[in-house]
C-alpha cells in the first residue's frame, strides 16, 4: 500500500470536511455574537435571525442557480412537512441558545453541544444502523454519567445542554436524511419561520417598544444575525450530506470548545469544581470517542 493510498482523502470527503469546520467555527463564536445582544426579548432576535436569513439564501441559490429545485419541494406536502419538523428543531436550537447565553448561562449552552457528538453516535447506531464500537459505547456511558454527577451534586438536572444537544442533534439529522439540497431545504425553513417572525414581531410590538431602530449597533448586530445564522447552517447541512454522522459529530468539538472559552475567559462566567468534574467527564468520553474514530480511519 503506497503513502498516497492511505493519506488521500476522496475530494467529495475533503470538501464535506472542510464544510463542517467553517460551519463548526462560525457557531463557535456564538457565544460572544448573541451576548451583545442579551438586551434583545429572545424571539425577537428569532425572528429578525430568519427574516435576515432569506436574503442571504435566496442569494447563495440564484448564484448556485439552483432555483428550479424549490419548485418539486413547494409541490410535496411530505417534505414541506418534514422541513417543517426541521424547522421547529432548529428553532428550539436558535432560542434556548440565545436565551442561555443572555441568561449567563454559557457554560450550559457549551456543555450541551459537547454532549451532541455523543448523540449523534447513538443516533447512528440506532437509526442510521452506522457501527458502535467498544470504545464510542463506554464515552455514551460516561457521559450519561457526567448528566447523572451534575445532577446530583448541583441538585439541578440539566435540562438546558440535553435540550439543545437533543434539538440539534434531531435537526442534523433530519436535514442529512431528507431529499432536498441544503441551499434550498435551509431557505424553506426560514420562509415558514418568517411567517411565524410576523406574528412574533407584532406580539412584541403590543407589549412595548422594539429593539430594532432603537440604535444603530442593536439594528446592525439584528441584521447581521441573519449572515451568521444562514451562512453555518447552509454549510453544516451541505456538510452531513457529505460524511459520515459520526465524522460530523467529532468535528462538533470545534463549536463548544470554543464556547467554554468565551464563557469562561471573556464572559467570566464562574466555573464550579461540580462543573469541571462534569466537563472533565465529557471530556474523557470525547477523547475516547476520538481514539475510535482515529482508529476507524486508520483501519480503512
Request: contains cysteine; hydrophobic residues 55%.
Given at each position: 500500500?503506497t503513502?498516497a493510498?492511505t493519506?488521500?482523502?476522496?475530494?467529495?470527503d475533503?470538501?464535506?470536511?472542510m464544510?463542517a469546520?467553517?460551519?463548526?467555527?462560525?457557531w463557535?463564536?456564538?457565544a460572544l455574537?448573541?451576548y451583545?445582544?442579551?438586551?434583545?426579548?429572545?424571539?425577537?432576535v428569532?425572528?429578525h435571525?430568519?427574516?435576515?436569513s432569506?436574503?442571504?439564501?435566496?442569494a447563495?441559490?440564484?448564484?448556485?442557480?439552483r432555483?428550479q429545485?424549490?419548485?418539486r419541494v413547494?409541490?410535496?406536502?411530505?417534505l414541506?412537512?418534514?422541513?417543517?419538523?426541521?424547522?421547529f428543531?432548529?428553532?428550539?436550537s436558535?432560542?434556548?441558545?440565545?436565551?442561555?447565553?443572555?441568561?449567563?448561562r454559557a457554560?450550559?449552552?457549551?456543555?450541551?453541544?459537547?454532549i451532541?457528538p455523543?448523540?449523534?453516535?447513538a443516533v447512528?447506531?440506532?437509526?442510521?444502523r452506522e457501527?458502535?464500537t467498544?470504545l464510542q459505547?463506554a464515552?455514551?456511558?460516561?457521559a450519561?454519567?457526567?448528566v447523572?454527577?451534575q445532577?446530583?451534586s448541583?441538585?439541578?438536572?440539566p435540562?438546558?445542554s440535553?435540550l439543545?444537544?437533543?434539538?440539534?442533534?434531531a435537526?442534523?439529522?433530519?436535514?442529512?436524511?431528507?431529499?432536498?439540497?441544503p441551499?434550498?431545504?435551509f431557505?424553506?425553513e426560514?420562509?415558514?419561520?418568517?411567517?411565524?417572525?410576523?406574528?412574533?414581531?407584532?406580539?412584541l410590538?403590543?407589549?412595548?417598544?422594539?429593539?430594532?431602530?432603537?440604535?444603530?449597533?442593536?439594528?446592525?448586530?439584528?441584521?447581521v444575525?441573519g449572515?451568521?445564522?444562514?451562512?453555518?447552517?447552509?454549510?453544516?447541512a451541505t456538510?452531513?450530506?457529505?460524511?459520515?454522522?459520526?465524522?460530523?459529530g467529532?468535528?462538533q468539538?470545534i463549536?463548544p470548545?470554543l464556547?467554554f472559552?468565551t464563557?469562561?475567559?471573556i464572559l467570566?462566567?464562574?466555573?464550579?469544581i461540580?462543573?469541571?468534574?462534569?466537563?472533565?467527564?465529557i471530556?474523557?468520553?470525547?477523547a475516547?470517542?476520538t481514539?475510535s474514530?482515529?482508529?476507524?480511519?486508520?483501519?480503512?
Amino acid at each position: 500500500m503506497t503513502l498516497a493510498s492511505t493519506t488521500e482523502i476522496p475530494e467529495r470527503d475533503t470538501a464535506g470536511i472542510m464544510y463542517a469546520v467553517a460551519a463548526y467555527s462560525i457557531w463557535g463564536f456564538y457565544a460572544l455574537f448573541f451576548y451583545y445582544l442579551k438586551h434583545v426579548d429572545a424571539f425577537e432576535v428569532i425572528a429578525h435571525r430568519a427574516f435576515w436569513s432569506i436574503p442571504v439564501a435566496g442569494a447563495v441559490m440564484l448564484w448556485l442557480g439552483r432555483t428550479q429545485d424549490l419548485k418539486r419541494v413547494m409541490r410535496s406536502p411530505r417534505l414541506l412537512a418534514v422541513l417543517c419538523l426541521s424547522t421547529f428543531m432548529v428553532t428550539v436550537s436558535w432560542g434556548f441558545f440565545v436565551w442561555g447565553v443572555g441568561q449567563g448561562r454559557a457554560l450550559e449552552v457549551a456543555l450541551g453541544y459537547y454532549i451532541n457528538p455523543l448523540l449523534n453516535v447513538a443516533v447512528g447506531y440506532a437509526i442510521l444502523r452506522e457501527r458502535m464500537t467498544p470504545l464510542q459505547f463506554a464515552a455514551i456511558v460516561l457521559a450519561v454519567i457526567a448528566v447523572a454527577w451534575q445532577t446530583w451534586s448541583l441538585g439541578v438536572f440539566p435540562w438546558l445542554s440535553l435540550l439543545l444537544g437533543s434539538a440539534f442533534c434531531a435537526y442534523g439529522y433530519i436535514r442529512r436524511t431528507v431529499d432536498v439540497g441544503p441551499v434550498q431545504g435551509f431557505f424553506v425553513e426560514s420562509l415558514i419561520l418568517s411567517a411565524i417572525s410576523v406574528g412574533i414581531i407584532w406580539w412584541l410590538a403590543q407589549s412595548g417598544p422594539l429593539a430594532f431602530g432603537e440604535d444603530l449597533p442593536t439594528s446592525v448586530l439584528l441584521i447581521v444575525s441573519g449572515l451568521m445564522t444562514a451562512l453555518p447552517l447552509m454549510l453544516f447541512a451541505t456538510a452531513a450530506r457529505r460524511i459520515s454522522f459520526t465524522l460530523l459529530g467529532l468535528l462538533q468539538y470545534i463549536a463548544p470548545s470554543l464556547h467554554f472559552i468565551t464563557a469562561v475567559f471573556i464572559l467570566h462566567e464562574p466555573l464550579r469544581i461540580e462543573q469541571l468534574i462534569t466537563f472533565a467527564l465529557i471530556w474523557t468520553a470525547l477523547a475516547l470517542y476520538t481514539m475510535s474514530s482515529l482508529r476507524q480511519a486508520r483501519l480503512a
